[in-house]
């Protein structure tokens, strides 16, 4: 069974939020992919070099590089080089092969109507589908994570 989370983003910007949600997931040992939109790419890529002076999270893109060689890999394109288990979709973006991970994460931002428009309608699909296990996590004021459903 695959679990897809749907992360609805309020108090925070992407570039906040993702680095925690990228620590945990590294700390668990597993390769990640972050799929965003072409504009969003390197911007990401950059704002993990810089979200902290007093941590470090192992990354690269295209840019950079050793695809397979990268434990969380930044990209605009629906690939797996990696062998990451776990993939982040952000900035609207969708995968036709998120049932090759065991853990897909929708990243939208709740400040932008499309956004949770589309996410909507990517949940009611997915809860079609009885092998998937849906959650979905609102972040509070505070930048953390509260389950609603």
């Not at 911007?43 to 002076?53: A, C, G, M, R």
């Amino acid at each position: 069974m695959s679990e897809i989370r749907f992360y609805h983003l309020q108090s925070q910007s992407l570039e906040q939020a993702l680095p925690a949600l990228l620590t945990k997931a590294h700390q668990g040992g597993k390769n990640i992919i972050v799929k965003t939109s072409p504009d969003m790419v390197e911007k990401l890529n950059e704002s993990l070099w810089t979200f902290n002076p007093n941590s470090f999270l192992p990354h690269g893109s295209a840019k950079d590089g050793n695809a397979e060689l990268q434990p969380i890999w930044i990209t605009d394109k629906d690939e797996n080089p990696n062998s990451a288990a776990i993939l982040i979709l952000t900035n609207n973006a969708t995968s036709e092969i998120s049932n090759d991970f065991d853990l897909t994460c929708e990243m939208f931002d709740g400040r932008v109507d499309q956004h949770v428009q589309d996410a909507r309608a990517r949940w009611k699909t997915y809860k079609e589908n009885e092998a998937l296990e849906l959650s979905y996590w609102q972040q509070t004021q505070q930048g953390g994570w509260e389950q609603k459903a």
